[in-house]
């Protein structure tokens, strides 16, 4: 399994996050659909204040730049990613993969704990 993380900052109007929230809690089905067609096993968007952190799980063969352009030309996917704009504060006509920030990992304790263990044998 791959794990992507990736932050995106809301527009600065409260109710305009309020909805955007509600709006989550309402995925068009073909949204989720589409994201299963290309591998994308789960999704997760946490938020604090206007910023959203994104944990998604994908398949062991999921190439991000080809499987992200490919969810791109889904039905409704572009609709989708225009209604949620008006929240984000991003073009109508950015995808996904263009408006999500991709963060890089830079701790992981399971690799720690690991080492750890590995020097008690």
């Given amino acids: 399994m791959k794990r992507y993380c990736q932050s995106l900052e809301l527009r600065d109007e409260p109710a305009l996050i309020e909805k955007y929230v509600e709006v989550h809690s309402h995925v068009w089905p073909e949204i989720i659909e589409g994201q299963r067609e290309v591998g994308i096993l789960s999704m997760q968007i946490y938020r604090l204040g206007r910023r959203l952190f994104m944990i998604m799980d994908a398949v062991d ?3 991000f730049d080809r499987d992200m352009a490919r969810l791109a030309t889904l039905p409704r996917q572009a609709e989708w990613e ?6 984000q504060g ?11 920030q991709p963060m890089e990992k830079i701790f992981d ?7 750890i263990l590995n020097h008690q044998k």
């Fill in 90 to 100: 991003c073009p109508p006509d950015a995808r996904s993969d263009e408006k999500w």
């Fill in 61 to 63: 063969d999921f190439d």
């Fill in 82 to 87: 225009a209604y949620v704009s008006r929240f």
């Fill in 109 to 115: 304790s399971s690799k720690q704990f690991n080492d």
